[in-house]
């Protein structure tokens, strides 16, 4: 269950877009100030189809109010559940994933760890994951009406010794598959090279 990502700022990521609509090619100019990073309840900047189709980057507030518990978000969401609900036309995923996929753009992302281990430091341990070789990468979101979630699915072997569920890590090319009709077929996430260290507390 990720809870705790670090974002891009959304200048950074205005700036980014728009040199990737004149290159092809996105940087991210370093910020003045340290990263920070985000929870449920942050502002998330992220990349959303605007008018035309054309790539917008906006800020959403991390998280859906619970059908059951208002006051509760809900801050993830299972792929296979929003798939099925998709199918069905029920549920609160069922408009998002059909109309609202959207690219979450972080540095790295965070799970708890909680497969039982001899290795855990502690009780409370957290293990920071990026995406080898890239500054910073893309997850698969969900939004509407000024909210965002991220989508999970099964772990991969870098994820899967510490935590069950991953976020939907999109690899280089992958973003317009996330946004097109064929979104289901990036559930496996096997091949994506994750590095990971273990945070000190």
Not at 74 to 101: C, H, V
Not at 147 to 170: D, G, K
Request: net charge positive.
């Amino acid at each position: 269950m990720c809870y705790r990502v670090q974002p891009l700022r959304l200048p950074q990521l205005q700036m980014a877009l728009d040199l990737y609509r004149k290159t092809g090619h996105a940087r991210v100019k370093p910020a003045p100030d340290p990263p920070k990073d985000a929870y449920p309840g942050s502002k998330l900047p992220l990349i959303a189809p605007g008018d035309e189709q054309q790539l917008v980057a906006v800020e959403d507030t991390w998280g859906f109010p619970s059908p059951k518990q208002p006051s509760r978000r809900i801050f993830n969401t299972r792929l296979d559940t929003a798939l099925k609900e998709q199918r069905g036309d029920y549920g609160m995923w069922a408009d998002p994933i059909s109309q609202g996929r959207c690219l979450i753009p972080v540095r790295s992302f965070y799970e708890a760890w909680t497969r039982p281990s001899k290795e855990r430091p502690s009780a409370h341990s957290q293990v920071q994951f990026s995406l080898a070789g890239f500054k910073f990468f893309l997850l698969a979101g969900i939004r509407q009406d000024g909210l965002c979630s991220i989508i999970t699915t099964t772990p991969n072997a870098a994820v899967n010794q510490f935590h069950n569920r991953m976020p939907l890590v999109l690899g280089p090319g992958e973003s317009s598959i996330w946004l097109s009709p064929n979104f289901a077929d990036l559930a496996d996430r096997s091949g994506i090279n994750l590095t990971y260290a273990v945070e000190k507390e």
